[in-house]
């Protein structure tokens, strides 16, 4: 039996870059030696958009990021997270018996109450419980699936740990329920520079869009800063924002080759980012064009997805009727519950 990597893309944004580096490349990586699950997360989208079109578009626009990049359905169980209602009703389990002080000590929670306090408002102005209760959800999708590891980027390390401390907490009361899970974090691209120079995020506003048009891609790179030494002076490749993007994309040859120039000196940073805009088009055009026709065909993305929840369903069935039998809630399979209607 393989062990089993999952892992959750939020649709909020556009995935960019560090994301594809960070979690979406070396979770596509583990589903060659796990039992792996990808889904997309937008019940943790809930507490920040508050329009459903927009969440269902964004929902389209992840999956079809996915597949694009080369998910494959048969191989990976993919789906949609609020197609599981399991996930649902185990979060609520899981809430039952987690300490409040576990959740105090998030950072996303408490970053905000920082916020609060340093200007002079209540702590939780602002704050409603999906985000408080992030954690939980978080945890109720890796447990759910008896996760061996799971793939992320630095940011959602605590999220991994407070999963594990959920599972073993439950694991103490009820007997050996939930595996205990572990994150995988790459640390080799936990900081891919962004347009910046500071890490690439979202919340910094310095991303570089996987599926920019190739003349807004180009845009992007020539605007990413660089400092004003002249090209003649020998460089530090490794203190270097175009440097540190490039690397990522560029084969191991054009890596050692750019690496001599930086060294030698004598190159301007405009041949610099020509060449990077040239490995990223060679990386991404042909998935882009995969992209725009997943996103032109929602039904497609809809049956995909469905067929991901079914399998994903079935596979979570055992543990969750292990989880309500443990809890006191009904014993076995569910053949007496009323079935929906419709
Ligand atoms: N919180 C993750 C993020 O913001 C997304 C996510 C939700 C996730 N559930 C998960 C990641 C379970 C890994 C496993 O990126």
Redesign the pocket.
Known sequence: MKKIS?????PTGTPHLGNYLGMIRPALELAKDYQAFYFI?DA?ALNQVGDGGELRRMTFETAATLLALGLNPEEVTFFRQSDIPEVFELAVILAASTAKGLLNRAHAYKAAVDANLTSGRDPDAGVNMGLFTYPVL?AA??LLFGSHV?P?GED?RQ?VEIAADIAQAFNRAYGEVLVVPEAVIREEVAGIPGTDGRKMSKSYGNVIPIFSPPDQLHARIMGIVTDSRPPEEPKNPDQDNLFGIYKHFATREETEAMRRKYLRGGFGYGEVKQALYEVLERAFAAARTRYEGYLLDRPLLDRVLFAGAEKARASCAPLMNKVREAVGFRHGEATHLPSPAG
């Open positions: 999952l892992s959750g893309i939020k997360a943790h978080m999708d890796i799971v992320v959602q999220h």
